[in-house]
């Protein structure tokens, strides 16, 4: 898609909103000042995942092993 047909879809899509959450996080994210953050657990989740990985006991998985299992996972 190319610059300009992105922009008018994402027009179109603000114009036809009524939804006032998604407007003004659609607000925040282009002034910048949306901001997201992990939980206290998620956090915890996150750094045991990665200290496995640097240990090399986590599995890694090539882009389109990932998107193969997005897929599976979605018929499912």
């Known amino acids: 898609m190319k610059?300009?047909?992105l922009k008018i879809a994402l027009v179109q899509q603000i114009l036809h909103s009524e939804d006032a959450d998604e407007?003004?996080?659609v607000e925040s994210t282009l002034?910048?000042?949306s901001?997201?953050?992990l939980s206290p657990a998620q956090e915890r989740?996150?750094?045991a995942s990665l200290a496995?990985?640097?240990r090399g006991?986590?599995?890694t998985y090539t882009p389109e092993q990932v998107r193969t299992r997005a897929r599976k996972?979605?018929?499912a």
Request: aromatic share 8%; hydrophobic share 40%; net charge neutral.
């Open 23 to 25: 407007l003004r996080a």
């Open 52 to 54: 496995r990985y640097m």
């Open 57 to 59: 006991e986590a599995s």
């Open 31 to 33: 002034a910048g000042t």
């Open 35 to 37: 901001h997201y953050a």
């Open 3 to 5: 610059l300009n047909e």
């Open 73 to 75: 996972a979605a018929r």
């Open 45 to 47: 989740g996150l750094d």
